[in-house]
């Protein structure tokens, strides 16, 4: 009987230190590893010409690794990896606007949305047979989604007349499109903004209506509550001290941005 | 000839405009041609890049592909690999390789796996395997395993099969496929040219399209008749090259073509005409617009300046007719200008002048053209005028410009005159002149020299006006004179700017004349009043002042006023206007006719008495008062009077208006003025008619009453022989009874001493001092009744000598002190300083009245003091009113007393009398002499406090010459009459030397005579002109003093020797007696040295010897001082009045010592001579040495003595029995010679 209460101790004892752990943890090792995909223009973009990373989520991770009075470090993730390197330690937090999806909130805990955002598609400018959102759900039509995207499981449910082509990459879905094999690619808010900059071909087609919105958020490891309270009191703090609105406003997305 | 000018102009302007305006038509539109030209020419090249930038693309691409497909397609491809090579390939939709029929063996996309590819569509065209890519005909559909050959009939780009041979080696070729992405292509032209702007297209060297950004177009189709094909069909033309071609639809395109130089594609650029004119179009628009709105802006600006010339032209013609009309106006004022107007360049050489600068100069004609302008200055200022034209070059002296200068010209003929001269500078084209307008200001400079002289002459009249001048502004003084200001005693600039309010009588007075004068000067300009005004020191005085503005017409401009200080003038004028009213209210006409005789003033009087008013008088002679009655001569007498200067008195019969004849008596008197000439006369008449008219009823009754009178004056004619006879009786009775009583009074009085003395019964002795005292008292009285009488009769008579009050004074002291040592009492005696010396009067009465008072302050105070004190009263012109004040601290009197004190027979109280004895009348006698001498007597006392009398006397102040005072009366008498030989005739030897002391005082010796007889033979031995003075006694034994008298003027040569009576009778008529003898004068005894002194001053002939007062030494003065120095060695004797016995020997104790023992030596042989005489019966001889004792005993001032020798002698005058009056002298002399040698220590000296 000792032995069983002895037993439960550890474990209530171990649960705690780990859960506790995080954000002592991150005090003690005076950093904080954030989990980013580097290509998320707009959320956490290394820009290739200059290494430089830029997005409203890095400059949220810095004001929560400032507020907790330690060091930012950013690790390369992407939506295919995000749980694995969440899960697996990899980060203390995945800041690159994650949308909450059914799927990934089994497996992580997200804070309270600061963003949200519909799905949007893109398609060549000479693209001849997508002329409106309403061109895009037809036979003959080939639809890209990259792998591990929230638009794989939504426009894999929504699709019903058009083709759906998964591709490995998000620049996977880009090539598909541009090589006219596919002709429109899904993407969020934030993507599609970095295709209607950064090339000549792409065109935007928006849904006429709502289509889907999606909140996105930050994502930790599910269990820790401390951590957990720690970060939902950053985001609470940087919706009402203003630093959200300022950070949206200098990537040009306060268009999506999720107010309470 | 404006019209026409107008019109030419406008016709001008609209030329001018027109051309302008089709000018610039032209011109826009030839730009705008061109510029079109140019668009289009761009819009060629824009294709021809277009077309080659395209061509580049497409090529490198196929050559990628081409490479691509030669790379992989040697290994026999796997679907993988495929896929691996279509990485970053956007332009490639799959690979796939064929196999020797045609059949796709592998792909990238493995749907496509199976499809059947037939070569022959293929270009270039051949089925030899060839190692270059060929390029099938479009397919529609996304891949081969969708699609088709056929041409699509859905708007799609879809894809262009390439082939490609490749050799393995060996001869074994292999075949690839690759399907091109025509969108990839068409979105990057459409990216470069929207469908708007153009279209591109690919055309397979056979003429089938490609593909075509232009959606209408159809990929598949053959393009048979298009140009472009056409032209790379042809081999001789060029590849590329651009041509303008209208479209199937109508549309004008311009096209570029270029084809690739390795594959079978030509790629065509066609950019719409129209569209790529459309910026030229919308430039052309904004050209037109522009240059239009331009055009039109300045044809409207031109017109607008047009009109605006128009104006200007018309307003200039305007402006030049008027600019003429102004020259003529203004070279016609120039040449009528009085001024000299010249202008010069900037070198100073003239350029325009007028007439008047010639005439000013002196020059004519052209002469002054081109000259300098130093032409017309003097040249001594040259150089100041180049300089000065060089500063004005400069800019420097424009401050000048417009302002007058003094300046000096110089005329043609070389003279200099001043001139005012102003500059004004002006420009033209020609460059800068000066005009200078000069005036010759000769005259003006002449005039204000004169105006500089006269402000100076002004300027001293200011100054030294006898009259204050003051210039006023807002009743503040701004300037004024010296004069006016010490008018009211202000020093200089003291009251420059005050307000003169501090100069009036009061603020009131201030304002009220500033209210009238004020308002009278706006009125009429000017103001004059006489006002009391106030100096500085507060006083006030009569003030004329007279104001006027400066300028009436403006406020502003103060005022002068003229202030005169007319005090003394009013004063005058009170005292004209006194004699106007004196001469206006006379009662006596008086008149003032001119020298012709006019009248120019009457009083009313004048009217009054004769019926003429004033007016009627005025202008008319007097002789309308001429009655005709009076004689012609008069009236010559008259004028003649009057214009001699003189007055002329006279009674005039004149008549009145009304013809009723008046009596006038009339004092016409010449009026001189200042130079003595005559201008007026004066004519006083009193009407006298009733006056007249009364004499001559007096004269009437005169005539009566001289009858009356004639009659009567033979009666009255005895009756005054009677009455003088009568009235010498009676002064012969009064000086008999006068001598006859007093010299029994004497023998009483001299008896009753003698009497107490022998007697030893007290009572008895006291009953004699009684009957003394009572003698003494009669005595007194006898002599103030004498006075009294007078005073009563008016015959008290007054001397007018001159006198020396101190010695007066110091006389008096020295008795009255020796009185008041008497009884113990102190007596001062206090003379002002201020008192004068020197006076004129009566010095015997001065006395008397002095020692009256101090005798009575002696006899009234039983101890204290007496103080006398002497001063001045009052000063006259020529007296002075002597104050002499005489306080005693004796018993003092009450109210009642004082009232009855000046009464005659009055004293105090009747007690008085008994115990201080006096009569009673000594101040009654002095109050009436000092009345006499316009003074008065008044007492101030107190019963037992003491008594003070004030005593003033007027007296006549004495000249420096009659400086010798009373000593000096003797000193003068020493001076004059030192060497004079006076004969002394008197048969007393004590008289003889009492008179011998009195002359020897003034310096004379005098020589003896004892009787009358002697007398004539010492005259007879010397001659009449011997002596100067003869001193006679009266009687005298031998010959007496009369007789003696009457003989010698009966000898010749005597006649004038002044003979002067030694008496000692002192009655009037004996002067008398002796003058009827032949007597010049007299002198009673016992006399005092300042009455001999006098007479011997008054009969000396002053010619004769007179002394010099070189030689005098004054030995009597020294002699004087030398006997009178033991002053107190005099014992007191009994019946002895010493103090006028030392008086008679003018003070000197020793001789009066002497004289003494000398008479106690010599009386009792007298005496025995009286005894031996009577024994003898001679009683005329005992009289005569009786008389002579008494004369001794009363210059001695032995009282008594002298009462009982003249008892005695009169007893033996009168023959009466004298025994008993003999004893009573003989006990009287033993017991005085007694006395005289116990005080005198007379036994010592005789045993000596």
């Known amino acids: 009987m000792k032995t069983i209460v002895l037993f439960l101790s550890c474990l209530s004892f171990v649960s705690s230190c780990a859960v506790a752990g995080r954000l002592e943890r991150v005090q003690e090792a005076k950093e904080l590893r954030v989990c980013i995909w580097p290509d998320y223009y707009g959320i956490s973009y290394r820009n290739p010409r200059t290494l430089q990373l830029t997005g409203i989520d890095v400059d949220l991770a810095r004001e929560l690794a400032k507020d907790l009075g330690v060091q930012v470090r950013f690790v390369d993730s992407s939506f295919a990896k995000l749980i694995a390197d969440v899960v697996q330690d990899r980060c203390d937090i995945a800041m690159f606007a994650i949308g909450i999806t ?54 894999r449910e929504k699709l019903k007349a058009a083709s759906f082509l998964v591709t490995e990459t998000p620049q996977g879905r880009e090539q598909e499109v541009e090589s006219g094999r596919a002709d429109v690619f899904m993407t969020d808010y934030p993507f599609s903004r970095r295709m209607l900059e950064t090339t000549d071909w792409a065109r935007l087609i928006a849904p006429t209506t709502t289509y889907h919105l999606t909140s996105y958020a930050f994502a930790l490891q599910p269990g820790d509550d401390p951590w957990h309270a720690r970060v939902e009191r950053f985001v609470a703090a940087i919706k009402s001290d203003g630093r959200l609105t300022a950070a949206a406003q200098r990537h040009k997305l306060e268009a999506i941005v999720a107010r309470d | 000839m404006r019209a026409p000018r107008l019109s030419a102009r406008r016709l001008t302007f609209v030329s001018v405009m027109l051309a302008v305006t089709v000018g610039a038509v032209l011109a826009t539109a030839y730009s705008l041609w061109r510029l079109r030209e140019e668009t289009i020419h761009s819009r060629f090249v824009a294709a021809s890049m277009y077309a080659h930038a395209f061509e580049d693309h497409l090529t490198h691409s196929l050559n990628v592909i081409d490479l691509t497909l030669a790379n992989i397609g040697g290994d026999e491809p796997t679907n993988l690999s495929l896929v691996a ?94 399907s091109m992405n025509s969108d990839y292509f068409l979105n990057h032209y459409g990216h470069n040219i929207a469908a708007d702007v153009g279209a591109v297209e690919l055309l397979r060297y056979d003429g089938v399209l490609m593909f075509s950004t232009d959606e209408a177009q159809r990929p598949g189709v053959r393009r048979d008749g298009d140009p472009v094909v056409a032209m790379v069909a042809d081999a001789t033309r060029e590849e590329f090259g651009h041509f303008e071609q209208i479209r199937g639809d109508g549309r004008a395109v311009l096209t570029a073509f270029r084809s690739l130089s390795r594959y079978p594609f030509v790629i065509a650029v066609h950019l719409d005409k129209e569209h790529g004119l459309a910026g030229w179009r919308q430039e052309a628009a904004r050209v037109v617009l522009l240059i239009a709105a331009a055009l039109l802006g300045s044809l409207a600006l031109a017109c607008l300046y047009f009109v605006r010339l128009e104006r200007a032209a018309r307003q200039r013609d305007e402006a030049e007719a008027a600019l003429r009309a102004s020259e003529e106006r203004f070279r016609a004022a120039t040449n ?7 202008s010069v360049d900037a070198n100073g050489d003239i350029v325009a002048w007028n007439p008047a600068t010639e005439r000013l100069f002196g020059y004519d004609g052209a002469e002054l053209t081109g000259r300098d302008l130093s032409v017309l200055i003097p040249p001594r200022f040259w150089q100041d005028h180049r300089s000065g034209m060089q500063r004005l070059q400069a800019g420097g002296e424009s401050h ?89 005693g202000y020093e200089s600039g003291e009251l420059i700017g005050a307000s003169t309010e501090r100069l009036c009588d009061s603020p009131e007075a201030f304002v009220a004349f500033g209210e009238h004068a004020y308002r009278a000067i706006a009125d009429s300009g000017r103001y004059s009043e006489e006002i009391r005004l106030k100096r500085k020191d507060g006083s006030f005085f009569w003030g004329a002042l007279t104001g006027c503005a400066i300028d009436p017409a403006c406020e502003v401009g103060g005022s002068i006023w003229i202030c005169a200080d007319i005090s003394e003038r009013r004063q005058a004028e009170q005292e004209s206007n006194k004699l106007l009213r004196a001469v206006e209210q006379s009662p006596v006409t008086i008149l003032i006719v001119d020298r012709d005789g006019l009248i120019e003033y009457v009083n009313p009087r004048f009217t009054q008495i004769t019926g003429y008013t004033r007016e009627e008088a005025m202008g008319r002679t007097p002789r309308i008062l001429q009655s005709g009655l009076t004689s012609p001569e008069v009236y010559d007498d008259l004028w003649r009077t009057i214009f001699g200067g003189k007055m002329w008195r006279g009674v005039l019969r004149n008549k009145r208006k009304t013809g009723e004849l008046i009596w006038e008596n009339v004092s016409i008197s010449p009026i001189f003025d200042d130079n003595g000439a005559i201008t007026h006369f004066v004519g006083v008449e009193e009407d006298v008619s ?22 009567r004056t033979a009666e009255l004619t005895e009756a005054l022989d009677a009455a003088k006879v009568a009235d010498r009786t009676k002064d012969a009775f009064l000086a008999n009874v006068s001598h006859e009583l007093r010299t029994p009074l004497s023998a009483v009085i001299g008896l009753s001493g003698l009497a107490r003395r022998l007697g030893s019964d007290p009572r008895q002795r006291d009953y004699l001092d009684k009957v003394m005292q009572a003698g003494k008292m009669l005595s007194s009285l006898i002599n103030d009744l004498l006075d009294l009488s007078k005073i009563a009769a008016g015959r008290m008579e007054f001397e007018s000598k001159t006198f020396g009050l101190r010695e007066l004074l110091r006389r008096n002291y020295a008795v009255m002190s020796y009185k008041a040592e008497e009884t113990g009492l102190e007596l001062i005696e206090n003379i002002d300083d201020e008192t004068p010396d020197i006076l004129v009067g009566d010095s015997l009465r001065l006395e008397q009245i002095l020692l009256n008072l101090i005798g009575n302050a002696i006899k009234f105070t039983a101890k204290g003091r007496v103080e006398v004190r002497v001063g001045v009263h009052a000063r006259e012109e020529r007296r002075v009113a002597l104050k002499i004040e005489v306080e005693d601290s004796g018993v003092g009197m009450s109210a009642e007393d004082i009232a009855h004190l000046f009464q005659p027979f009055s004293q105090a109280d009747p007690s008085i009398g008994r115990k201080y004895g006096g009569t009673g009348l000594g101040l009654s006698i002095c109050k009436r002499l000092a009345q006499m001498m316009d003074g008065d007597i008044d007492v101030v006392s107190r019963e037992g406090r003491g008594s003070t009398f004030h005593v003033v006397l007027r007296l006549g102040l004495g000249q420096a010459v009659d400086m010798t005072s009373e000593v000096g009366e003797a000193e003068q008498a020493t001076m004059r009459y030192r060497d004079a030989q006076v004969l002394v005739v008197d048969d007393q030897p004590f008289n003889r030397e009492v008179v011998a002391g009195l002359l020897e005082v003034v310096g004379i010796t005098a020589h003896m005579a004892g009787n009358g007889r002697e007398a004539l033979e010492i005259l007879d031995r010397a001659g009449p002109t011997a002596f100067d003075l003869v001193l006679m006694d009266i009687r005298m034994p031998v010959m007496d003093g009369l007789s003696a008298t009457r003989e010698l003027r009966m000898r010749p040569g005597y006649a004038e020797l002044p003979i002067i009576a030694i008496t000692a009778h002192n009655m009037a008529h004996e002067s008398e007696i002796g003058r009827d003898a032949g007597m010049n004068d007299q002198i009673g005894k016992p006399f005092d040295d300042k009455s001999f002194h006098r007479m011997l001053i008054k009969w000396i002939d002053r010619r004769k010897h007179v002394a010099t007062r070189a030689s005098s030494n004054r030995p009597a003065m020294a002699a004087v001082t030398a006997v009178a120095a033991p002053p107190s060695e005099l014992p007191s004797l009994h019946g002895v009045d010493m103090e006028a016995g030392l008086a008679r020997l003018v003070g000197d104790r020793a001789r009066y010592r002497h004289w003494l023992v000398n008479w106690a030596g010599e009386a009792p042989a007298y005496l025995q001579q009286i005894r031996r005489h009577m024994d003898d019966r001679q009683e005329d001889q005992a009289g005569l040495i009786a008389h002579t004792l008494k004369g001794s005993a009363g210059l001695l001032g032995m009282g008594e003595l002298q009462a009982l020798a003249a008892a005695l002698e009169a007893a033996l005058e009168n023959g009466e029995a004298a025994e008993r009056q003999l004893a009573d002298l003989q006990q009287a002399i033993g017991a005085m010679c007694a006395q005289i040698a116990q005080a005198f220590d007379l036994s010592a000296a005789a045993a000596q």
């Open chain 1, 102 to 155: 059914p799927a990934r909130a089994e497996k992580l805990r997200f804070t309270r949305p600061h963003l949200v955002s519909d799905i949007y598609a893109i398609a060549t400018r000479s693209n001849r047979r997508i002329k409106e959102w309403a061109d895009i759900d037809r036979p003959g039509v080939v639809v890209a989604v990259a792998k591990g995207t929230y638009h794989e499981p939504v426009m």
């Open chain 2, 85 to 178: 090579a279509l990485r970053h390939a956007p332009y490639l939709r799959s690979l796939s390789r064929l196999d020797a029929t045609g059949r796709i063996v592998a792909s990238s996309d493995l749907r496509n796996r199976g499809k059947r590819i037939e070569r022959r569509d293929f270009q270039p065209p051949g089925s030899e395997p060839v190692a270059v890519l060929r390029v099938g005909l479009p397919w529609s559909g996304r891949d081969f395993h969708d699609g088709d050959i056929a041409i699509s009939a859905a708007n799609e780009p879809g894809f262009i099969p390439l082939l490609r041979d490749l050799d393995t080696g060996e001869g074994q070729w292999a075949t690839m496929l690759a």
């Open chain 2, 336 to 342: 009528s200008a009085s001024d000299a107007i010249v």
């Open chain 2, 400 to 488: 000048i410009m417009g302002r007058l200068v003094e300046v000096l010209g110089r005329r043609k003929d070389g003279g200099e005159f001043p001139l005012e001269l102003s500059l004004a500078q002006w420009s033209t084209a020609e460059g800068r002149f000066y005009t200078g307008t000069m005036r010759d200001i000769t005259q003006r400079k002449q005039q204000e020299e004169r105006i500089r002289a006269l402000l100076a002459e002004l300027e001293t009249i200011f100054k030294n006006a006898l009259v204050g001048i003051a210039h006023l502004n807002n009743r503040c003084i701004v300037t004024c004179n010296r004069r006016f200001e010490e008018i009211f």
């Open chain 2, 690 to 711: 009733e006056r007249i008219r009364v004499q001559q009823q007096l004269e009437d009754h005169q005539a009566q009453l001289e009858e009356t009178v004639r009659r």
